[in-house]
């Protein structure tokens, strides 16, 4: 079964600070995605990307910024953390666009940012 | 998911049916799809329909598609403890990106 694995299940960090944001899966899937998920606003798009070194901004880009080196893992960074970031962030992946194929979850991270 | 609503909040006695709605924007979605998040967890795809279809069924699931009001719904037969989780209604928008709607906790009582 397809694993889509984030590094941390809660991290809190300080206003200003670079964050990293790790997603790894493992099923060789070309697409992988980040998303925040916030009460009443459902899950929003913030990068994504559909090969290896290649990204898109989503509905949400402005203060984060992606990498992808490798083909199974998948990097959200934000640059100097701000307190209207603290959020709950789900990494996904999917084999093709995932308008042919479903969308594979992780666990999310929860990040407070104080 | 500014374009996907669907109310925020459902409460069913065990062994009933729930219903879940929702209505979406892009008429030339082609795929809908109904997302499940337990507690502590991330999505998972419980069901989706092409668009062509008006309905489709998978054992306590039953989807609705009414294309011209651009509404979907999903029931769920006999429902149990087990199917408290929030619910997420997406459509496609375009080959890579989905719109998400704001999620319905459904919470079974006994």
């Known amino acids: 079964d397809v694993k889509v694995t984030q590094s941390s299940r809660y991290l809190v960090k300080r206003t200003g600070e670079k964050v990293f944001l790790e997603c790894v899966q493992d099923m060789d899937h070309e697409n992988m995605f980040w998303y925040r998920q916030d009460p009443g606003l459902g899950l929003r798009l913030i990068y994504f990307?559909?090969?290896?070194?290649?990204?898109e901004k989503g509905d949400i880009p402005e203060g984060y910024s992606v990498s992808r080196e490798k083909k199974e893992r998948f990097s959200l960074i934000l640059e100097s953390a701000s307190t209207n970031q603290t959020s709950m962030y789900l990494c996904a992946s999917s084999l093709r666009a995932p308008t042919n194929e479903k969308l594979f979850f992780g666990s999310g991270t929860q990040l407070s940012v104080l | 998911g500014e374009d996907v609503e669907q109310s925020l909040f459902l409460s069913v006695r065990e062994g009933d049916s729930s219903v879940i709605n929702c209505t979406y924007t892009?008429?030339?979605?082609?795929?809908l799809y109904w997302y499940k998040q337990e507690p502590g967890a991330g999505l998972q795809l419980l069901t989706y329909i092409f668009s062509n279809m008006d309905m489709k069924q998978d054992q306590r699931l039953t989807v609705l598609l009414n294309k011209k009001d651009k509404h979907l719904s999903l029931r769920i037969a006999d429902t149990q403890t087990g199917d408290s989780a929030i619910y997420f209604c997406a459509e496609t928008l375009n080959d890579y990106k989905l719109s998400f709607g704001a999620g319905t906790t459904v919470t079974v009582r006994a």
């Open positions: 990307s559909y090969d290896v070194k290649m990204k």
């Open positions: 892009d008429s030339s979605s082609t795929y």
